[in-house]
C-alpha cells in the first residue's frame, strides 16, 4: 500500500525557515518523478515543485523559486523540502505525492503537515 508520511511543519515567524520530510513506502520511491504540493485554507491544492527520480531535473513554482529547495534521499524513501525566508502567504497545508500531471489527483494523499507563518 503506498503511503506517505509528511512532518516538519510548525509556527514560524516570516523570514524563518523549516524543513519539511517525507517518507515514502509502499511504492519504488527512486522510480518516479516525487513533489510537493500545498493547500492553502479555501483554495486549491497547488503544486510548488517536483525532483526526477535520480534528482538531476528540479523544478518550483514561481511564487517559491529562489525561497524553496526541493532535495531527495532514496536510500531513505525520504523526500525533502527546505522553505528559507518564508512568508505569511506560505502558510497552508504542505503534502508530497508522485509527480501528478495533468490533474493533481491521487488516492495516496498523506496526512501533510501544517505550515504557519505568523508574527
Known amino acids: 500500500q503506498v503511503q506517505f508520511v509528511e512532518s516538519g511543519g510548525g509556527l514560524v515567524q516570516p523570514g524563518g525557515s523549516l524543513r519539511l520530510s517525507c517518507v515514502a513506502s509502499?511504492?519504488?520511491?527512486?522510480?518516479?518523478?516525487m513533489a510537493w504540493y500545498r493547500q492553502a485554507p479555501g483554495k486549491q491544492r497547488e503544486l510548488i515543485g517536483a525532483?526526477?527520480?535520480?534528482?538531476?531535473?528540479?523544478n518550483y513554482a514561481d511564487s517559491v523559486k529562489g525561497r524553496f529547495t526541493i532535495s531527495r534521499d532514496n536510500a531513505k524513501n525520504t523526500l525533502y523540502l527546505q522553505m528559507n525566508s518564508l512568508k505569511s502567504e506560505d502558510t497552508a497545508v504542505y503534502y508530497c505525492?508522485?509527480?501528478?500531471?495533468?490533474?493533481?489527483?491521487?488516492?495516496?494523499w498523506g496526512q501533510g503537515t501544517q505550515v504557519t507563518v505568523s508574527s
Open positions: 505525492n508522485k509527480f501528478l500531471w495533468p490533474t493533481i489527483e491521487s488516492d495516496y
Open positions: 525532483i526526477t527520480g535520480g534528482g538531476i531535473e528540479i
Open positions: 509502499g511504492t519504488p520511491f527512486s522510480h518516479y518523478t
